[in-house]
């Protein structure tokens, strides 16, 4: 099988811009979740969709969102970027009904200006 | 919410020796806790888990135990080498009513180094 991709791998943007990121998950895995990786503060959980519904949420602004499609694909979105916004952005997918392994993608790295 | 503690942030050993990695959660609820190795611009992936039903759980030179009284667990490698290098990840997630929520939460990471 196909591992978790993700697109693009890298962006630069500026303040104040928005961005959208994009994640393919494993065929059959209908839970995409995502993850912002920081050096300082680490990985830390935005959301998590299951068939295209929000099953859980992170501790992060409502700047940012994410959706799931009808194939699982899930992108998230950040909307008026800030400098702070810069990180590793990871999805990460599993099969979402009895199974709790998650695999992630390659991420999107993020840097804002 | 959860909160996972891990230690040590940075482990050194000589090839061949054993590596000890431990972690505590805070949530009583959680009752999966998988380990990821994340080497230098890749992915993290999933090395072994461990559901609380299970005490510990071996695979090759790795294994994780388990101390649900205590809340902490902890991963064990053994016979070390060079490619071992990388940064390791505890996580914890509840499972409420036996669905997985998708949510880990991670502790700090520890960089293991080995020594050749």
């Known amino acids: 099988k196909a591992g978790v991709t993700q697109t693009p791998r890298y962006l630069i943007k500026t303040r104040g811009q928005q961005v959208t990121l994009s994640c393919s998950p494993i065929s059959g895995h209908r839970s995409v979740s995502w993850y912002q990786q920081t050096p300082g503060q680490g990985l830390q959980f935005l959301f998590e969709y299951f068939s295209e519904t929000q099953r859980n949420k992170g501790n992060f602004p409502g700047r940012f969102s994410g959706r799931q499609f009808s194939n699982s694909r899930s992108e998230m979105n950040v909307s008026t970027l800030e400098l702070g916004d810069s990180a590793l952005y990871l999805c990460?997918?599993?099969?979402?009904?009895?199974?709790?392994?998650?695999?992630f993608g390659p991420g999107t790295r993020l840097t804002v200006l | 919410g959860e909160n996972v503690e891990q230690h040590p942030s940075t482990l050194s050993v000589q090839e061949g020796d054993s590596a000890v990695i431990k972690c505590t959660y805070s949530d009583s609820a959680s009752n999966y806790f998988p380990w990821y190795k994340q080497e230098l611009g890749k992915r993290p992936q999933l090395i072994i888990d461990?559901?609380?039903?299970?005490g510990e759980k071996k695979d090759q030179r790795i294994a994780v135990t388990l101390n649900k009284t205590a809340k902490h667990f902890s991963l064990h490698i053994t016979e070390t080498q060079p490619e071992d290098s990388a940064v390791y990840f505890c996580a914890a997630t509840p499972n409420a009513g036996g669905t997985s929520y998708g949510k880990l939460t991670f502790g700090q990471g520890t960089i293991l180094t080995v020594h050749p």
């Open positions: 461990i559901r609380s039903n299970v």
């Open positions: 990460a997918s599993s099969q979402g009904a009895r199974g709790n392994e998650q695999f």
